[in-house]
Antibody, heavy 120, light 109 residues
Framework: QVQLQESGPALVKPSETLSLTCAVSGYSINSGFYWGWIRQPPGKGLEWIASMFHDGATDYNPSLKSRVTISVDTSKNQFSLRLSSVTAADTAVYYC?????????????WGQGALVTVSS | EIVLTQSPGTLSLSPGERATLSCRASQTISASYLAWYQQKPGQAPRLLIYGASRRATGIPDRFSGSASGTDFTLSISRLEPEDFAVYYCQQYGSSLPYSFGQGTKLEIK
């Protein structure tokens, strides 16, 4: 069974960098699929942040591209998100996801989510 | 940027009734790129439908999806108590950013 688990600081100060890691179990990141990040501000809808393949190919949300970096560590079977210069507007639950991108495109596995609050 | 508009914002129905949720795209997108997700309070979203009409693994057959041009529909034939939740459509793969609709809250009447 594929499982994803986010981890990282729950509180980040304004102007600093948010860093999250997603540990994948039950499936090798090298075996295919894309891997990505989605976020959801409290009480609001979902926003796609970025996705990447294990070979480094990436897609970024243009509205966040200048502040976002995603990377993969195949040796640890995990991938990471870095979001720089955060503000209160970046407070959200951050989900890591597995992305099917072959004939059909969809997010089939989700982590449980990690709430990150931006506050001084 | 493709905007997905879901309607209604809130749908109030009783168990046993049929639910019809709409998702309209601002531009033409391939059905291959349209998926539906269900989210319950405090939980991550769950994939229901992909390719506009294909049920994900383990999803009951009371859930179905359809497409007509830029209009996509999620139907739930006979509502069960566990179906009351928020539903999102998403286009992924058509054009950046891969956007979600704003969601439809299905509540018990």
């Amino acid at each position: 069974q594929v499982q994803l688990q986010e981890s990282g600081p729950a509180l980040v100060k304004p102007s600093e960098t948010l860093s999250l890691t997603c540990a994948v179990s039950g499936y090798s990141i090298n075996s295919g699929f894309y891997w990505g990040w989605i976020r959801q501000p409290p009480g609001k809808g979902l926003e796609w942040i970025a996705s990447m393949f294990h070979d480094g190919a990436t897609d970024y949300n243009p509205s966040l591209k200048s502040r976002v970096t995603i990377s993969v560590d195949t040796s640890k079977n995990q991938f990471s998100l870095r979001l720089s210069s955060v503000t209160a507007a970046d407070t959200a639950v951050y989900y890591c996801v597995r992305v099917a991108q072959l004939v059909y495109y969809y997010l089939d596995y989700w982590g449980q989510g990690a709430l990150v609050t931006v506050s001084s | 940027e493709i905007v997905l508009t879901q309607s209604p914002g809130t749908l109030s129905l009783s168990p046993g009734e049929r639910a019809t949720l709409s998702c309209r795209a601002s531009q033409t997108i391939s059905a291959s790129y349209l998926a539906w997700y269900q989210q319950k309070p405090g939980q991550a979203p769950r994939l229901l439908i992909y390719g506009a009409s294909r049920r994900a693994t383990g999803i009951p057959d009371r859930f179905s999806g359809s497409a007509s041009g830029t209009d996509f529909t999620l139907s739930i034939s006979r509502l069960e108590p566990e179906d009351f939740a928020v539903y999102y459509c998403q286009q992924y793969g058509s054009s950046l950013p891969y956007s979600f609709g704003q969601g439809t809250k299905l509540e018990i009447k």
